[in-house]
């Protein structure tokens, strides 16, 4: 049974970086076949996707966010992050990692869900 | 941001059958690209409920169902029950948007 963790500081500040971790446990993630997710939902609304990638690195990211998303993989801690720049209070959310499932990206569905991690933006 | 759109709210009594909606457009849902739904019980991460459009996966009780029409998806909850009584999200991929999932707005259910 695949289990994701999410870990970081539940608190940051206006124009810092956001980083958050993501251990997976009950599967590897070099072993490959899947892609790996972040999602987050601002409190009281709905869900938005924020990346994936693969335990090669290759990435896709959200059009919105992408020019302050950085997700890396850490193969051999069995781990991968978030990095969001330059926060407001705009990027207060709960955030969620997810294993992805799917033939292809076109096919991609999340499967496996962490508990979710609520990060404040706030001075 | 959501470019798949869902009712806020459904409501049923018990015993009766709910659907939601979700509307897409030609380069999601209607491009022939898949919809997953979601349940997200209060408090709790999302759990995938429905995949591949009809699909459910093992453990998912047979009273959800889901279907796909043009650019459009439904999610069917028959003999409704207050455990029911969540958020629900349709996902899919959107060509337009560089390889990017798309949730739906969400819907409450709310077992009356």
């Known amino acids: 049974q695949v289990q994701l963790q999410e870990s970081g500081p539940g608190l940051v500040k206006p124009s810092q970086t956001l980083s958050l971790t993501c251990t997976v446990s009950g599967g590897s993630i070099s072993s490959g076949g899947y892609y790996w997710s972040w999602i987050r939902q601002h409190p009281g609304k709905g869900l938005e996707w924020i990346g994936y990638i693969y335990y090669s690195g290759s990435t896709y990211y959200n059009p919105s966010l992408k020019s302050r998303v950085t997700i890396s993989v850490d193969t051999s801690k069995n781990q991968f992050s978030l990095k969001l720049s330059s926060v407001t209070a705009a990027d207060t959310a709960v955030y969620y990692c997810?294993?992805?499932?799917?033939?292809?990206?076109?096919?991609?569905?999340?499967?496996?869900w962490g508990q979710g991690t609520l990060v404040t933006v706030s001075s | 941001q959501s470019v798949l759109t869902q009712p806020p709210s459904v409501s049923g009594a018990p015993g009766q059958r709910v659907t939601i909606s979700c509307t897409g457009s030609?380069?999601?849902?209607?491009?022939?690209?898949?919809v997953h739904w979601y349940q997200q019980l209060p408090g709790t991460a999302p759990k995938l409920l429905i995949y591949?459009?009809?699909n459910r996966p093992s453990g998912v009780p047979d009273r959800f169902s889901g279907s796909k029409s043009g650019t459009s998806a439904s999610l069917a909850i028959t003999g409704l029950q207050a455990e029911d009584e969540a958020d629900y999200y349709c996902q899919s991929y959107d060509s337009s948007l560089s390889g990017s999932s798309v949730f739906g707005t969400g819907t409450k259910v709310t077992v009356l």
């Open positions: 591949g459009n009809s």
């Open positions: 030609s380069s999601n849902i209607g491009a022939g690209y898949d």
């Open positions: 997810a294993r992805v499932e799917g033939a292809s990206i076109a096919a991609a569905l999340f499967d496996y």
